[in-house]
Each structure stands twice: as structure tokens, then as C-alpha cells.
């Protein structure tokens, strides 16, 4: 019997490594109307993002945070993709990359970039990780008028 | 003659394979698998002996309290207690350091009463401390480790005074391995009269453990880290310790006389279990405890030995990997905890199971001790009595492959 290829290839797209070795937005911005915090208190993932905001819409995101690949990698791409967005559209980009990790939808077209995240659905105890920056995210928008 | 390949033979779910390959399962530290003459104890009781204990006059009743007792000496005599003290069965080992908590901490500490502990203990040996001392006004006082991960004794002898009502550690550590100096702490604590608890969830299943020899006043264990079944905790007292407790829950099984406003208490150690108890995983561990016992503790002992120094061998030649712990193999436990450069717990644990490889990522119940060695997760592989040698490859290419897909991300990132 041929032992198969291990399917880790899958879910280490270059490009999340590329986010996890090399993070964009990371650090504060003093000039933050929103920010949250969350972890995964089971595997010690932290995130704390922080928005400027401008006219209803995400003028810039940062992110702070210590974890694996996925869950840093997640928060990174999260702060390049949110920046200009409105808080519906980002609320939407949420929730479609959200059903693309749990119930293994396809990726939506808007998601773009995050489509690199498909193959984590995948690996279910890894799922959270990368929903992580995502429901921190969505914390921080609820203090959005 | 202790033969690891045919131990194997008894553990039906190594037969299985998992991603595609052979199931190499180094998690013990977390549960170890069962043997066949285990999951069959267990069965054997439902199918023939089922009934509830201690009160029963017919057949099923008494031959099933008779085998339930039979399990409390035989776990007697495996820590070198028979006839000296008592055993009481609990949930699992963190049952059993919460009934001493409740039961003797709280009647016996007072405000500015020291509790004296180590940064190398598990959740289960600090949280419950913290709960007494939050009711009693009683202090937590660590015991610190140098880069070895070994205890200060000469800080553990300044800390170990006067005021010193409980000292609380664990034999060997669930991360770093540590074979705690236990009869040397011990006699500190004496000397102040001070109560000396074990938590012996890592040391009881791997080594030859007397509680005589350790000098303690309580050891707590769990059936499930050394074959048994999940659900059974013993705790194990010195005499006269629980004679002079109040219960730690109420309820049938534990009473002597119930009036309407008072009742007296059966005695040790039915006093200290209350309700029906775990009757089937109590009578499944006995098969646990006589498995263990016929292959010998100290050879178990040394076949984990052998493991761990060929890993840690193995494992130093792996770029950028750091174990934690003692350097001798012969000085800890068959845990190994490790960190590689670059690569987070959680994906070495995941690329290490796609490779049939089970090892466990986080903080393992330890965040203290995972915070003082400057980490905010290890991997870690532990050893038990059905593994062997190319298991420990499999490890190292597991992790040579996890190191490799890491470093390919940062060369590619680098050359933009």
C-alpha cells in the first residue's frame, strides 16, 4: 500500500508564510478610534487590532499579537484587506470568509488574497486560528456607530 | 525481560493508522493507550458483575464490591503503602489535590499562613491553592528553577519556614521532565511541621514511586496516565490525616448515621467518597495496576530512559530546536519539550500529525512554568512502555519536515 503524500501543503500557502514571517501593519496606531482584543485560550493565540477610522470607513488596521502561522498570518492579510473598506463591507467579508472556513464554501470572489485560507477548513482544530483576528475584528467594529 | 515490540501487540489502536500512516502516538504525558487486558476488565465487569457496591446483600453486589476493594489494596501496594494509610478513589488527580484543598485547607490554614509551591506545576497544583488562600487569607510562595529546570533548594529552604503550613510540588514535571529532590523537600518541610502533598500524575506511571521512601503526607495520581481508564483519581493519606478531615462532598456512600439535623460520617476512606463511584474504571484500572506491576516499574523506568536519551540525541542534531530541561536523561522523565526557531507549537504539531505523529502543542496546562522559560508554547513528545526507537525518527523527520516548509517561506519571502 503507497503511503500518501502528507496534505500540509494545503494549508502552508506561501503566501500565509510570506504574512507570518514578514507581518504587515503590526504595532499601534496612535491614532485608533477602535481597538479589541481576543485569544484562543485553549492554544494561547493572541490578537489585539486597532482601526482608524474615517467617514465610516476602515482608514487604516494594525495588529499586535503572538501565535501560530495561520493566526498571525490571518491578522496581518486582515489589516491590508480591510483598509478603505466601509464597516457593512467589511462585515460581509467576514461572514464570507467565516463560511469558507467552516461549512467549506468556495471563496467568494471579494475575498480575494484570503482565498489562501481555503485549505485550513481542512484541519478543523485549526479553523479558530485563523477566524481569530476576524472575531476581534468585528468586536472592534461594534464600538462603530 | 521487557520487550517494547511485543508490549505492542496488546494495544489494539496501534494497529491504526492515522493520515495514511502508522500511528505514532507520543502524547502519553497527556493519556497513554490501553491494553487489550484493560478495555476487556471493563467490559468483563458489565457484562458479568455489574451492581452497585457497598450496600448490596446479593451475589453481584458483593462479588463487585469485593473487586472494587481488591483495586484500592492493589493500588496501595503499588506505592508502597499497603497497610499504611489510605487510598481514596476520585475523579482523577485534580479531584484529588482539590479534596485535600477543601478538606484540610480550609480547616487548617489562617490568615498569613504560607503555601509553598513551584513554578513548574501543573494548573491542577496551583488553582486550587489560589481558591483556599482566596477564603483563608493563606500566601502562595514559588519555588523557583534555574536554566536547567531544576528546583532551588537553597531558595526552597529559605521558603520553607515558620510560617510554612503545606508544602505543595510535583514529582516530575509535565513539560520540562524535572525529577523533583521530593525526600529532600520533604524533610524541610518536617522540620517546620509542615503537610507535604505529591503530585505524582507524571511519576507513578513511569517509575518505581514509595510513598514511604518520598516522605509525603498526600500523593495524588490518575488511572488514565498509566493504562487505566479516564475517570478514576486516587488519593493517597497518611494515617490519621483524613480521620481528622471533615468530608469534601456529602451524600450516600459516606455516612455512618443521617438525622434530621446532623449525621456521622463512614470511615476512611468511604468517608471521602461520596455517591456511587466509578465502580467499572476502578475494577478496569486493577488490570492497569497488575499489567504494570508484571512488567516491572523499573524497567518501565529504564525503557523510557533509552528513549528519551536517544531523542534528545536525536533531536539536538534538528536545526535551531531547543529542549528544555535537564541536559541528563537520567534526570527526567520521559517528557520532552522542545521549541524550533521559527516555526510556532501549533504548526510543528500539525505538520508532525500529518505525518501519523501525535504530539502535543501549548502550554500544557502549565503557563507559569511555559511563561518562565520564555515561551508562549512548546511542542512536546512523551514516551511510554510501547514505543520504540523508530518512533523517535519518525519524530525527527516529522520535525525535519516542519523545519523545511518554514524556512522554504522565509527564502522566498526574503528573495522579493
Not at chain 2, 529559605?158 to 525529577?179: C, D, K
Not at chain 2, 503557563?367 to 513528545?381: D, E, K, N, P
Request: negative net charge; glycine residues 8%.
Amino acid at each position: 500500500m503507497a503511503i500518501p503524500e502528507p496534505q500540509f501543503d494545503e494549508l502552508y500557502r506561501e503566501l500565509i508564510l510570506q504574512h507570518y514571517r514578514h507581518p504587515r501593519n503590526r504595532g499601534r496606531l496612535p491614532g485608533a478610534a477602535l481597538r479589541a482584543e481576543g485569544a484562543n485560550p485553549v492554544c494561547g493565540d493572541e490578537v489585539t487590532i486597532e482601526l482608524e477610522m474615517n467617514d465610516g470607513r476602515i482608514a487604516r488596521a494594525a495588529f499586535e499579537g503572538q501565535g501560530c502561522s495561520i493566526s498571525q498570518a490571518s491578522a496581518s492579510m486582515l489589516t491590508e484587506t480591510v483598509a478603505g473598506k466601509t464597516v457593512a463591507e467589511v462585515r460581509r467579508l467576514a461572514d464570507a470568509f467565516e463560511r469558507m472556513l467552516v461549512n467549506g464554501e468556495p471563496p467568494a470572489p471579494e475575498l480575494g488574497d484570503l482565498e489562501a485560507f481555503q485549505g485550513v477548513s481542512k484541519f478543523p482544530v485549526r479553523v479558530k486560528c485563523a477566524l481569530l483576528s476576524w472575531k476581534v475584528l468585528q468586536r472592534a467594529l461594534e464600538g462603530a456607530a | 525481560m521487557f520487550d517494547a515490540r511485543a508490549i505492542r501487540r496488546d494495544f489494539p489502536i496501534l494497529e491504526r493508522r492515522v493520515n495514511g500512516r502508522p500511528l505514532v502516538y507520543l502524547d502519553n504525558a497527556a493519556t497513554t493507550q490501553k491494553p487489550r487486558a484493560v478495555i476487556d476488565a471493563l467490559v468483563r465487569y458489565y457484562t458479568t458483575m455489574n451492581a452497585n457496591i457497598h450496600r448490596g446483600i446479593h451475589t453481584l453486589a458483593i462479588e463487585a464490591t469485593e473487586a472494587y476493594e481488591a483495586v484500592r489494596e492493589k493500588t496501595a501496594r503499588f506505592i508502597g503503602a499497603e497497610g499504611y494509610g489510605a487510598v481514596v478513589f476520585t475523579r482523577n488527580a485534580t479531584e484529588s489535590i482539590n479534596l485535600v484543598a477543601r478538606a484540610w485547607g480550609e480547616a487548617n490554614l489562617r490568615p498569613g499562613d504560607e503555601i509553598v509551591l513551584t513554578v513548574m506545576e501543573h494548573h491542577s497544583n496551583i488553582v486550587p491553592w489560589q481558591l483556599v488562600a482566596r477564603k483563608t487569607g493563606a500566601v502562595l510562595r514559588y519555588i523557583d528553577i534555574d536554566e536547567e529546570g531544576h528546583l532551588l533548594l537553597e531558595q526552597a529552604r529559605e521558603l520553607i519556614g515558620p510560617r510554612t503550613r503545606l508544602v505543595t510540588l510535583v514529582h516530575a514535571s509535565n513539560v520540562v521532565g524535572t525529577i523533583n529532590p521530593v525526600a529532600e523537600i520533604a524533610e524541610m518541610a518536617r522540620r517546620v511541621g509542615a503537610v507535604v502533598l505529591v503530585d505524582g500524575a507524571q511519576s507513578v506511571p513511569h517509575m518505581p514511586v514509595d510513598v514511604r521512601a518520598l516522605g509525603c503526607d498526600f500523593l495524588a495520581f490518575s488511572a488514565h496516565k498509566m493504562l487505566g481508564p479516564t475517570g478514576v483519581g486516587v488519593l493517597w493519606a497518611a494515617p490519621g490525616l483524613l480521620e481528622a478531615m471533615e468530608p469534601f462532598l456529602g451524600g450516600g456512600e459516606m455516612i455512618a448515621i443521617v438525622r434530621p439535623e446532623e449525621s456521622t460520617w463512614a470511615d476512611v476512606p468511604h468517608k471521602f467518597e461520596a455517591g456511587t463511584p466509578n465502580i467499572a474504571d476502578v475494577i478496569a484500572f486493577g488490570a492497569a495496576l497488575d499489567y504494570l506491576a508484571a512488567l516491572g516499574m523499573e524497567h518501565v523506568r529504564a525503557h523510557e530512559v533509552e528513549l528519551t536519551a536517544l531523542a534528545m540525541e536525536r533531536l539536538r542534531r534538528l536545526p535551531g530546536l531547543t529542549i528544555f530541561g535537564p541536559r541528563e536523561p537520567d534526570a527526567r522523565g520521559g517528557v520532552l519539550s522542545f521549541a524550533i526557531d521559527g516555526v510556532h507549537p501549533h504548526d510543528v504539531a500539525t505538520i508532525a500529525d500529518s505525518f501519523g505523529v501525535a504530539i502535543r502543542a501549548g502550554h500544557h496546562c502549565a503557563q507559569i512554568l511555559t511563561r518562565r522559560l520564555g515561551q508562549s508554547a512548546t511542542s512536546r513528545a512523551s514516551f511510554y512502555i510501547y514505543n520504540v526507537p523508530e518512533e523517535v525518527e519518525a519524530l525527527a523527520e516529522a520535525l525535519e519536515h516542519a523545519i523545511e516548509v518554514f524556512r522554504r517561506g522565509d527564502s522566498r519571502a526574503a528573495v522579493r
